[in-house]
């Protein structure tokens, strides 16, 4: 007498990513992306291929599940009118405002100048406009745009950003 093998055929949808997403943190999500890869390759090892689609499933859902859960939550919770520090970011340009401090000049992918934080005989500064940060090679200054105006300027970040907003050449974009 044979017995017939019925494949387990499990269907996830994305009813079950919001599942997921409602009942699973976005730590949990990724670790069940990650053991799913484990038990994908495992079963592709031993030849089950019902298995092996399973968990391919089952990490796709996590994955939907984790954007679900990203998309719900609030990049930053800012009130009308105030400054946002990630509007501001991305409204002025870190090669631009840095410019208006000091001359650089651009080698490769980077722009190098004198470092405006302290007597600089020689070209110290680092700017990257591709990730938007500067790096002083000489006095070990770092940051953003916006950390750049509080140390140059000595202002809060509050501070720094009204400045930002209200600079001549900056954009109205930072007022939310």
């Excluded at 053991?35 to 390759?41: E, G, L, M, P, S």
């Excluded at 970011?89 to 934080?117: H, M, Q």
């Excluded at 500064?125 to 300027?153: A, H, P, T, W």
Aim: proline share 3%; net charge negative.
């Amino acid at each position: 007498m044979t017995t017939e093998v019925i494949p387990k055929v499990v269907s996830l949808d994305l009813d079950d990513a919001n599942y997921l997403a409602d009942h699973l943190s976005a730590e949990q999500l990724r670790k069940e992306i990650h053991d799913a890869d484990i038990k994908r390759a495992v079963a592709r090892c031993f030849g089950e291929d019902e298995e092996e689609f399973y968990w391919e499933d089952f990490g796709e859902v996590c994955k939907t599940a984790l954007d679900i859960l990203r998309a719900n939550q609030p990049k930053v919770e800012v009130r009308e009118g105030q400054v946002s520090v990630r509007a501001t970011k991305d409204a002025n340009d870190i090669v631009d405002v840095i410019s208006r401090y000091t001359g650089l000049r651009k080698v490769g992918k980077e722009y190098i100048g004198k470092c405006p934080f302290h007597q600089d005989n020689h070209p110290s500064l680092q700017v990257n406009q591709d990730k938007q940060v500067f790096y002083c090679f000489s006095c070990q200054r770092k940051g953003d745009v916006v950390n750049f105006i509080m140390q140059i300027e000595g202002l809060t970040i509050k501070e720094a950003c009204q400045f930002l907003l209200n600079d001549p050449k900056g954009i109205d974009k930072c007022l939310l």
